[in-house]
Nanobody, 119 residues
């Protein structure tokens, strides 16, 4: 079974940085495109960033200029570099990846990664 394993979350003070990783397990699933979402307690999940197969990127206005989504195809991993963090960035971050697996193009979700930003 394909898994997306997230890591890199934690507690950080305002103005600090964190780097989230989302790695696909095994060698049968190849990531084509990926997105990052976050969900604050009691709130709806929101889109944060996306990266396409060609490397094109898209960001929510709330994180534009501060966050960077990237990928390492050799490692089959997607990253989210978060700089100049604010308390409102606090939440659970989820990666979602679309790829190729056994002749189809399914999508998978990571397990979630807690980010807490203190003032």
């Amino acid at each position: 079974q394909v898994q997306l394993v997230e890591s890199g979350g934690g507690l950080v003070q305002a103005g600090g940085s964190l780097r989230l990783s989302c790695a696909a397990s095994g060698s049968t699933f190849s990531i084509n495109a990926a997105r990052w979402y976050r969900q604050a307690p009691g709130k709806q999940r929101e889109f944060i960033a996306a990266i396409g197969s060609s490397g094109s990127t898209n960001y929510a206005n709330s994180v534009k200029g501060r966050f960077t989504i990237s990928r390492d195809n050799d490692k089959n991993t997607v990253y989210l570099q978060m700089n100049s963090l604010k308390p409102e960035d606090t939440g659970v971050y989820y990666c979602n990846a679309v790829g190729t697996y056994s002749g189809s193009n399914p999508s998978y979700w990571g397990q979630g990664n807690q980010v807490a930003v203190t003032s």
